[in-house]
Nanobody, 126 residues
């Protein structure tokens, strides 16, 4: 059974940084692409960033480019989201997502991911 556990959220001020972590168990982590999504209150869950299984390619949602960095440590079964220069509009619950199958390309679509964590809350005050 695949388990996904996020951590690292919190309440910070505008301009601060946070690093989110996501640990995956129950499958060969190093063989799968990984992604982060977020969901603000009253809004749809949206794509944030994704990384290929070898970390050879990363993609980002436009509003986080240059501020957020996704990375992974396959030896620790962990994917990270380093968030710098945080803004109030980054406030959301952040979710880690795992696809059901291996793929050479990452997806931005929520429906292409089968396993999700419980989320970690990020709140940015102005």
């Amino acid at each position: 059974q695949v388990q996904v556990v996020e951590s690292g959220g919190g309440l910070v001020q505008t301009g601060a940084s946070l690093r989110l972590s996501c640990v995956v168990s129950g499958r060969t982590f190093s063989a799968y692409n990984m992604a982060w999504f977020r969901q603000a209150r009253g809004k749809e869950r949206e794509f944030v960033a994704a990384i290929t299984w070898r970390a050879s390619n990363t993609v980002y949602e436009d509003s986080v480019k240059g501020r957020f960095t996704i990375s992974r440590d396959n030896a620790k079964n962990t994917v990270y989201l380093q968030m710098n220069s945080l803004k109030p509009e980054d406030t959301a619950v952040y979710y880690c997502a795992v696809p059901p199958n291996r793929s050479p390309v990452v997806s931005r679509k929520r429906d292409d991911y089968a396993y999700w964590g419980q989320g970690t809350q990020v709140a940015v005050s102005s």
